[in-house]
């Protein structure tokens, strides 16, 4: 009996969290900024974020002094083979 009214409670309050952060995303999702911002900054934030993205990865690829070993063909070799 004690189990199922601990189920009973936990479920409630399930319930009651999911609708409260339904609501919450509700609020959040009611913008303020008007489509203008994202017309106006969109383009120009996406070209810089690819840009600094891409930088990155060139010094990280070129000036680290990471070795990649990308593939191991011709680098492992089986070993030979010993008769007992």
Known sequence: MYQ????YRFAKAAL????QSARQVALRQKSD???EFH???????LIAGATF???VWAYVI???GIAWNLS???KVQPKPWQEE
Do not use: F, I
Request: charged residues 5%; contains cysteine.
């Open 4 to 7: 199922d009214t601990t189920m």
């Open 62 to 64: 070129t000036s680290t």
């Open 39 to 45: 017309a106006k900054y969109g383009p120009p934030l």
């Open 16 to 19: 009651n969290l999911s609708g």
């Open 33 to 35: 900024l008007s489509p």
């Open 72 to 74: 191991p063909v011709g």
């Open 53 to 55: 993205c891409t930088a």
